[in-house]
């Protein structure tokens, strides 16, 4: 069934029935702000319900406040113009077969990185509409979980996806693409990684940094890349696919445990902490960094393991912290806490009585690093050996926010602090490791160059 009011809904969708005009109609709009003239363009589910998008002859968009409309008309219809051709993805016995899973964010609203259309995209015609070379690659099958901004993603999800996933793995998928809005794709990655252990095939997370109505959009290309890693790669983990440098040359495939978004606007915003990327990846294929990773396998033996407690909060230490901040966690029934502190894991001693505190109620508390390369060291200094005597616990090299997902996921398995602590500092995907490569962190310092030059010579 044709949708007439596609995307509209609550303010915007009233508006358009009260003056009978439809999405794909070339309308007169009268407001209190003037005169406007152009294409209704259907919204994403993501957006608000107080605009109503308009693309003028000149090209642009504009978004009117439905506020502001005193009347609507229709002039013609021009649909075919934007729409996304719908064509039947084809299907090439001996490819590998791929699942496509979309959470929302901006890769699943904007994929026609060709006509500019801003159209939610997610049924495989679709897809293969706007990015035909997927059909190279593998027969890929789509299934629209959620349709978030990935602010919006959480423990839910995280468990929902994971047995998604699960089930995928048992019917015998070749590999998993999750279509994921950028902001919190490292906290989706950290979760799936302890949530699915010992998967036989590859689980790669993608999001795109710039819409596809952008010429500079990373949207197609990072589907490509990551569609090649799902249908070829031999690694069987879950996996962060992204722009490696700030030019489309190829994409990086990043530890899911240690990975983080680190640029607000940048297509090269992922990098890997305290580690260098696992391999990168091109149209023609994944060439990998590391050696050490788990191999794609033919058997279905994974463990989905979907458990987290919400009451886990990450605390980011700033100079004067109040220990009413951390009093406050307690009375709320918080039942576990992760510190991101200054320097080698500190915080101010006014903290210290509170943090004896949740010793006594039972909350653990684990200390990682604000400086996100590097290691908790709580020897070093006094006030270190201090805070671990009322029961701070090193969480080593973890990221905060992994440090986060991983004592939810732990916590919501055992109230056993004991059992917790022993699933905490034991390795499970890589988010804690022996060392840290002594200039991994060069592969984020700004110079492009470096990178490059630091690519070459782990590529042997
Ligand atoms: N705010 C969006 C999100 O994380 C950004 C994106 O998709 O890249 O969902």
């Known amino acids: 069934m044709i949708d007439l009011f596609k995307g509209y809904k609550g303010q915007a969708l009233s508006i358009l029935k009260k003056f009978k005009v439809r999405v794909w109609s070339d309308s007169k709009v009268k407001t209190t702000r003037g005169n406007f003239k152009g294409i209704i363009l259907p919204r994403s589910e993501n957006d608000d319900d107080l605009h109503i998008v308009l693309k003028l002859a000149t090209g642009y968009n504009v978004g009117i406040d439905v506020n502001t409309i005193t009347d609507m008309k229709e002039i013609g219809y021009k649909e075919a113009h934007y729409k996304i051709p719908?064509?039947?993805?084809?299907f090439t016995e001996g490819k590998p077969n791929i699942k496509l899973l979309g959470t929302g964010g901006t890769i699943a609203s904007r994929l026609d990185y060709r006509t500019g259309?801003?159209?939610?995209?997610?049924?495989?015609?679709?897809?293969?509409?706007?990015?035909?070379?997927l059909a190279d690659i593998c027969n890929l099958q789509?299934?629209?979980?959620?349709?978030?901004?990935?602010?919006?993603?959480?423990?839910?999800?995280y468990k929902k996806l994971a047995?998604?996933?699960?089930?995928?793995?048992?019917?015998?998928?070749?590999g998993i693409v999750?279509?994921?809005?950028?902001?919190?794709?490292?906290?989706?990655?950290?979760?799936?990684?302890?949530?699915?252990?010992?998967?036989?095939?590859?689980?790669?997370?993608?999001?795109?940094?710039?819409?596809?109505?952008?010429?500079?959009?990373?949207?197609?290309?990072?589907?490509?890349?990551?569609?090649?890693?799902?249908?070829?790669?031999?690694?069987?983990?879950?996996?962060?696919?992204?722009?490696?440098?700030?030019?489309?040359?190829?994409?990086?495939?990043?530890?899911?445990?240690?990975?983080?978004?680190m640029h607000s606007s940048y297509r090269s915003t992922f990098r890997t902490i305290g580690d260098v990327p696992l391999a990168t990846v091109t149209r023609d294929g994944v060439v990998p960094i590391k050696k050490n990773y788990n191999h794609r396998r033919k058997?279905?033996?994974?463990?989905?393991?979907?458990?987290?407690?919400?009451?886990?909060?990450?605390?980011?230490?700033?100079?004067?912290?109040?220990?009413?901040?951390?009093?406050?966690?307690?009375?709320?029934?918080?039942?576990?806490?992760?510190?991101?502190g200054t320097g080698l894991g500190h915080v101010n001693k006014p903290l210290y009585p509170a943090i004896k505190k949740c010793r006594e109620k039972g909350i653990p508390v684990y200390m990682t690093v604000q400086t996100l390369w590097g290691f908790v060291h709580m020897f070093v200094y006094d006030t270190g050996r201090d805070l671990?005597?009322?029961?701070?616990?090193?969480?080593?090299?973890?990221?905060?926010?992994?440090?986060?997902?991983?004592?939810?996921?732990?916590?919501?398995?055992?109230?056993?602090?004991?059992?917790v602590k022993e699933l905490m500092l034991t390795p499970i995907a890589g988010e804690i490791t022996?060392?840290?490569?002594?200039?991994?962190?060069?592969?984020?310092?700004?110079?492009?160059?470096?990178?490059?030059?630091?690519?070459?010579?782990?590529?042997?």
Request: net charge negative; aromatic share 10%.
């Open 117 to 133: 259309a801003v159209i939610p995209a997610f049924s495989p015609g679709e897809l293969y509409g706007a990015v035909p070379e």
């Open 299 to 340: 058997d279905r033996k994974v463990k989905i393991l979907p458990y987290f407690e919400e009451k886990v909060a990450l605390i980011y230490y700033y100079p004067n912290m109040q220990p009413d901040m951390i009093y406050s966690l307690i009375d709320n029934g918080y039942k576990g806490i992760i510190i991101a």
């Open 163 to 174: 047995v998604a996933i699960g089930k995928e793995i048992e019917k015998g998928i070749d």
């Open 178 to 261: 999750i279509g994921h809005g950028t902001d919190t794709l490292h906290h989706t990655a950290a979760a799936l990684s302890f949530m699915i252990q010992n998967s036989p095939v590859p689980i790669v997370l993608v999001g795109s940094q710039r819409s596809s109505d952008r010429p500079s959009s990373d949207a197609a290309l990072n589907l490509i890349h990551a569609t090649t890693t799902a249908a070829t790669s031999d690694i069987a983990e879950v996996l962060v696919c992204m722009f490696g440098p700030t030019s489309d040359e190829y994409g990086l495939l990043h530890r899911g445990t240690r990975v983080r978004k």
């Open 142 to 157: 789509t299934e629209k979980l959620f349709a978030v901004f990935s602010e919006n993603m959480g423990p839910d999800q």
């Open 388 to 419: 671990m005597s009322y029961g701070i616990i090193p969480a080593e090299n973890m990221l905060p926010e992994v440090a986060y997902i991983k004592l939810g996921w732990a916590l919501g398995q055992t109230d056993d602090i004991e059992k």
């Open 434 to 460: 022996k060392r840290e490569p002594y200039n991994g962190y060069l592969i984020y310092q700004g110079g492009i160059p470096e990178v490059e030059e630091f690519i070459k010579k782990v590529h042997k």
């Open 86 to 90: 719908e064509k039947e993805f084809p």
